[in-house]
């Protein structure tokens, strides 16, 4: 098991290489048999389901064709043994063609499960702000 200074290490890590779109940089982060349960998509209950490091790297790049200028901030985590919960404010836009090109602001949450010092999953929530109805 992680110490907790070595699991906010490696988050810090793992969140300047995803603000960064440093896909090398965030693979060096994770298990090869890493999952991320997205936040949207259609396997019930978990949304969609990215396996693996190759899986991983396409969806990556898939995103760039989603989002424009997607940044995390105002973060915060927790770590308990090997699961760690964060937080996120996440700001950008949805991709000409996208819902419109619509601005992204919303606030949501990743939880982490740890093994051998990696990151073996992430389970991604995001507040669902439909395109033209914020209020701000």
């Known amino acids: 098991m992680a110490s907790d200074a070595e699991a906010l290490a490696l988050l810090k890590r793992f969140g300047k290489a995803f603000n960064a779109g440093d896909a090398a940089g965030i693979l060096e982060c994770v298990t090869d048999d890493f999952e991320w349960w ?4 259609p396997e019930a209950p978990h949304g969609r389901i990215v396996r693996g490091r190759a899986a991983l ?37 949805h991709a000409e ?18 093994r051998e ?9 995001w507040k ?9």
Do not use: M
């Open 38 to 41: 997205l936040h949207e998509g």
């Open 57 to 93: 790297e396409a969806e990556l790049a898939a995103r760039k064709a989603r989002y424009r200028e997607l940044r995390f901030s105002e973060t915060g985590v927790l770590v308990a043994g090997e699961q760690v919960v964060g937080t996120f404010r996440a700001r950008g836009a």
């Open 97 to 114: 063609g996208v819902n419109g090109g619509a601005a992204i602001d919303v606030r949501g949450c990743d939880l982490y499960v740890l």
């Open 117 to 125: 010092g990696r990151i073996a999953r992430k389970d991604s929530y």
């Open 128 to 136: 669902h702000i439909p395109p033209g109805e914020s209020t701000t």
